[in-house]
């Protein structure tokens, strides 16, 4: 029977190189809802699509032809980009600039937008769910009155009041929950291809259930137990 490890085998990372001066911030009320975003450093036009569009509520908090019931912010959240091997949707004109460039771009886009989570930490394919759970754990630290959080994909609209109202109808159902589109069925576990999982780190031939990573949400509550692996 598998069991996991009872010592951590990987630390999250808390040195951050930029840090979102606009998202709980002390002067500021915590928002019921945060919508966290992965997100690559050079990828520049899609987290300003985000802001342009469902994003928006983060600093309007208004919407077309609906009402707002509760506090939205916005986190995106960043790594170094890896020199050799970047990952594969950065943009090329990001690519040919030099790591001066790039990083004088990072700031003037923190500082007018107040939104990045900028990790010490190299950005890849396989750092994701470092990448993740080190933000989950600035989440933890910074944004202790938070109701509910949303991990969400660059290529995912979200319908904010309509999911604003579902959550405060079913608040205290949904405590020490996770909520998304469930894989109920067994999934088989990849050894090979870009899904693989090493047999060391998961031995068990299938996945238990879980929600898919395009978008799901959860309550804070969880936010002390995801931090502590």
């Known amino acids: 029977m598998f069991k996991p490890r009872s010592t951590r085998q990987q630390s999250v990372v808390d040195n951050y190189l930029v840090s979102p001066w606009a998202v709980c911030a002390p002067d500021t009320r915590c928002p019921y809802l945060l919508a966290v975003q992965l997100s690559v450093a050079g990828d520049v036009e899609r987290r300003q699509a985000v802001r342009s569009t469902w994003g928006s ?18 986190l995106f959240v960043l790594a170094r980009p890896h020199t050799t091997t970047p990952v594969s949707h950065t943009p090329k004109h990001w690519a040919s600039l030099n790591p001066d460039q790039q990083w004088s771009l990072v700031r003037t886009e923190s500082d007018l937008h107040g939104d990045l989570l900028y990790l010490d930490m190299l950005d890849s394919y396989f750092n994701l769910t470092l990448k993740l759970m080190s933000a989950f754990q600035w989440v933890r630290d910074h944004c202790d009155s938070v109701k509910f959080v949303l991990k969400v994909d660059t290529d995912t609209f979200v319908n904010v009041p309509l999911l604003l109202d579902l959550l405060i109808l079913n ?21 090979r291809g870009k899904w693989a999982v090493n047999q060391t780190r998961y031995p068990p031939p299938i996945y238990p259930v879980y929600a898919s990573g395009t978008s799901y949400i959860f309550a804070s509550d969880l936010l002390q137990f995801f931090s502590s692996y």
Do not use: C, D, F
């Not at 509520?57 to 916005?74: E, M, R, Y």
């Open 171 to 191: 608040e205290h159902r949904l405590q020490y929950s996770v909520t998304g589109y469930v894989y109920s069925q067994e999934r088989t576990v990849h050894r």
């Open 57 to 74: 509520v983060a600093k309007t908090q208004a919407w077309p032809h609906a009402n707002i019931n509760g506090g939205v912010q916005l």
